[in-house]
């Protein structure tokens, strides 16, 4: 059966089955529960639907593998729930491309009349509907590489210097420092500016071996002449060498020395390390790919400056910021003669200036970023990995010579736009970025030392709290006592964890994240316990100095109450001479005076409070400050002169009473008490007891006089003649009789009368009733029980 005929009977076969299936009655299961013949056939006839069904749903399942109709329909239900993603959506896919193929067949679809020759375009997500490429962020069972190197890590606060051992391409020998002209040695040394005293730490701690050869190179003309661009070889077909051995890396350095521009690109790992190390070298030339292992000839890449520091050879990296201090740190590599397409992006304006927007932009290739954090240590490398590694470089020459174009028409266009004398060159922008591009390769490592009492530096406990937005945690204005101890905090674990990552060339962050940091500063943990439980998994190193953690945050909180700027002084006080004869029962010096807190003979200084004893005293207190002189209120009792200075600042409460006591009165209790400078108690005495005391005589000072209260009016003649009391202020007042206190009740004696009991007012009327009056009832009569109640009595509802 050809085509044609298939596309005859297929049609009419549907249609037919269509309205075979229309015919059916629509109470098809009442039929099927009462003939079980009929119930029979059903079901066969299902069965082989069904498997029809699935037979077409694997023939339709090659042309998309995204697998929505793996398994198949096995039953009614899954007909009724997934008919339209297994059936619909693969009937709407074969239609589609029936009508794509016919578009190719009748001749619709052409190819395009210009092609356009592109890279072409690679991603790294193929395969992964089959397997998935994972990455590795952080290798936690490898060894350590830097415990192979042959030079032993230095982590020290030291100066670092250059250990270049050969000089290639010298201008000037090694060792020549050179400064530029105009500005003096002596200059350098007294101006305090940041930027000279910068380039004060370049010259003076860590010069630059080719500083000379930087300043003075004459670059090649092609760097300023506009050329076609070279397209690089397919990244697919051209070959790249892995360079783990002296001889690769000879037989690398030999094509190098012929090639006229080369790209490089570094990896790099710094989080089980405290400086970081350099793990890959990625080089390009116009015709192969290169990748150096750096684990293993980390002592050996020197011999690459050869190439590296040959002005003829154009260097072309990208954001060399970091790559160029990485080379001095590890490797003793220098260059000379960069171009940075990074300079070179911001130089034309670009919308974003990374390397894949690069990549996109010219070569139409979309690198796999999940591998720009991946941890390069482990070997071997993967696949995936080899080539995100070489794919920063295959194509950055050819990126290089389209922005170097884009740059000298950049400044073509700037003469031409230019207006009166003195026009600029045609290469002034390209030398602009050249410029930049030299400032970068002049860069120098130098060592972030920690600071432990200033806190500056990249690694230091001022900046981290500035970048987190911590302030709080380092005051401008120090203090002292419970509202210091974050901050004394936070700077010791800060100052621990730089110190254990330095001795166990871990990274800060390994050691202990800065969040962290943050938190046991904000409330630092008592005990061991609370200080791991601070951790979801506690990290390595803590697990191993939990308990020296904790020790050096109880040290902080320490200090926060006797901080080492605020030691405290003894200072003894002698009484005078003349003071001790004045006071011939004064005790002796040596006696101990009774205090709240026992004897006081012994100096003692305390963080918290200060002496209390009566021959020595504190000049500043931890707590309170420095001590101000006692008041006489204050210095009449035997307490802390903290709280003395509490009561006397007190303005809304006198200060403590002074007691005055007999000498008869020398009761061990009573002496006590007034040690303790509290109020003496007064014991109750019977009036049976009591002894007759001699009458005092007291003045009484009348500060205020109540309302008096009124007297009635009383009848008789005199009731209409007005008596004016005498003033209690006037002359002629008669002097108050003596009053008997010890004759007086006393209030606990005295025992409350019976109060007589008032008799009922009656009224006038109510009397004349009682002697025979009207009987009539007075007012309305009362209303009947079930009459109604008079409403709105609480006035809740307002007329209108």
């Not at 009731?719 to 009391?725: E, P, W």
């Not at 008997?740 to 005295?750: E, G, K, T």
């Amino acid at each position: 059966m050809d085509f044609e005929q298939l596309n005859t009977k297929v049609p009419a076969a549907a249609l037919k089955a269509t309205r075979t299936a229309a015919l059916l009655p629509v109470d098809i299961l009442f039929h099927k529960s009462m003939d079980a013949a009929f119930a029979q056939d059903l079901d066969e006839f299902s069965s082989k639907v069904l498997s029809l069904t699935n037979r077409l749903l694997d023939l339709s399942s090659t042309i998309d593998s995204s697998g929505k109709s793996k398994g198949g329909l096995r039953e009614e239900e899954d007909v009724l729930d997934r008919f339209d993603s297994c059936v619909v959506d693969r009937v709407d896919q074969l239609l589609e491309r029936v009508d794509t193929a016919l578009d190719e067949y009748t001749g619709r679809s052409k190819v395009p009349a210009i092609a356009v020759q592109v890279a072409p375009k690679q991603t790294k997500t193929t395969g992964r509907s089959n397997q998935r490429d994972f990455v590795v962020q952080h290798a936690a069972h490898l060894e350590k590489p830097q415990l192979r190197f042959k030079e032993t890590v230095d982590n020290s606060n030291s100066i670092w210097h250059p250990r270049l051992k050969h000089k290639y391409n010298a201008k000037v020998p090694l060792g020549h420092s050179y400064v530029e002209e105009g500005v003096t040695a002596s200059q350098l040394l007294y101006v305090p500016t940041h930027a000279l005293m910068d380039l004060w730490l370049i010259l003076y701690r860590a010069p630059h071996p080719y500083r000379y050869e930087i300043k003075h190179l004459a670059f090649p003309p092609r760097m300023t002449q506009i050329s076609p661009p070279i397209p690089p070889k397919p990244f697919d077909t051209t070959t790249f060498t892995w360079v783990d051995n002296s001889q690769a890396l000879q037989a690398m350095l030999a094509k190098l020395r012929q090639a006229l521009e080369i790209a490089v690109d570094l990896e790099h790992h710094s989080y089980r390390t405290y400086n970081g190390f350099l793990c890959l070298m990625q080089i390009s030339t116009r015709e192969e790919d290169w990748i150096v292992d750096l684990l293993e000839l980390r002592d050996e890449a020197e011999i690459l400056n050869e190439v590296f520091t040959d002005p003829s050879v154009i260097k072309v990296f990208h954001g060399a910021e970091s790559d160029i201090v990485w080379l001095q740190q590890d490797l003793n590599i220098y260059v000379v003669n960069m171009f940075d397409t990074y300079h070179a992006s911001k130089a034309l304006a670009f919308p974003r200036h990374g390397l894949a927007n690069l990549l996109e932009m010219y070569c139409d290739f979309t690198p796999d970023k999940r591998y720009q954090l991946a941890d390069w240590r482990v070997r071997p490398l993967s696949e995936p990995m080899l080539n995100y590694a070489r794919s920063d470089t295959h194509f950055l020459l050819y990126i290089y010579d389209n922005l170097r174009n884009a740059l000298l028409d950049r400044g073509e266009a700037l003469v031409r736009s230019h207006e009166g004398p003195n026009p600029p060159s045609s290469d002034t922008v390209v030398r602009e970025v050249l410029a930049n591009s030299q400032e970068t390769a002049l860069k120098v490592y130098v060592k972030d030392n920690y600071d432990e009492a200033d806190g500056s530096g990249g690694s230091g406990w001022d900046t981290l709290a500035r970048k987190w937005n911590k302030m709080s945690l380092v005051p401008l204005i120090p203090v002292d006592g419970p509202d210091a101890i974050p901050a004394y905090v936070y700077k010791a674990v800060h100052s621990w964890r730089d110190r254990v990552a330095r001795e166990e060339d871990e990274s800060t962050r390994y050691v202990l994240p800065n969040h962290l940091v943050f938190q046991l500063a904000e409330t630092p943990p008592p005990d061991l316990p609370a200080l791991l439980r601070i951790f979801h998994s506690p990290p390595p190193v803590i697990k191993r100095r939990a308990k020296e953690l904790l020790e050096v945050i109880r040290e902080a909180v320490k200090s926060a109450f006797s901080p080492p700027s605020a030691a405290m002084e003894v200072v003894e006080v002698q009484p005078k001479a003349n003071e001790l004869q004045d006071k011939p029962d004064a005790p002796p010096q040596a006696a101990a005076t009774p205090s709240l807190w026992g004897s006081t003979s012994s100096q003692v200084p305390s963080k918290l409070f200060e002496l209390s004893s009566s021959s020595g005293a504190l000049a500043t207190s931890s707590l309170f400050g420095p001590h101000k002189p006692l008041t006489p209120k204050s210095a009449a009792l035997p307490v802390s002169s903290i709280m003395n200075r509490i009561h006397d600042s007190l303005s809304i409460a006198p200060t403590l009473p002074q007691v005055i006591v007999a000498e008869k009165d020398n009761d061990a209790s009573m002496q006590e008490d007034i040690a303790l400078g509290m109020q003496v108690e007064v014991p109750f005495v019977p009036a049976a007891q009591r002894a007759h005391k001699e009458e005092v005589e007291d003045t009484i000072v009348v500060v205020g006089q109540g309302k008096q209260k009124k007297r009635k009016r009383e009848d008789g003649p005199s009731s209409s003649v007005k008596v004016r009391r005498p003033s209690p202020s006037s002359n002629d007042e008669a002097p108050n009789e003596p009053f008997d206190f010890s004759s007086a009740v006393n209030v606990l004696d005295a025992v409350p009368e019976a109060k007589p009991r008032p008799e009922k007012k009656t009224n006038k009327k109510d009397k004349k009733d009682k002697k025979g009056g009207s009987s009539a009832p007075r007012g309305p009569a009362p209303k009947a029980h079930n009459a109604p109640k008079s409403g709105n009595k609480s006035a809740t509802f307002r007329k209108r």
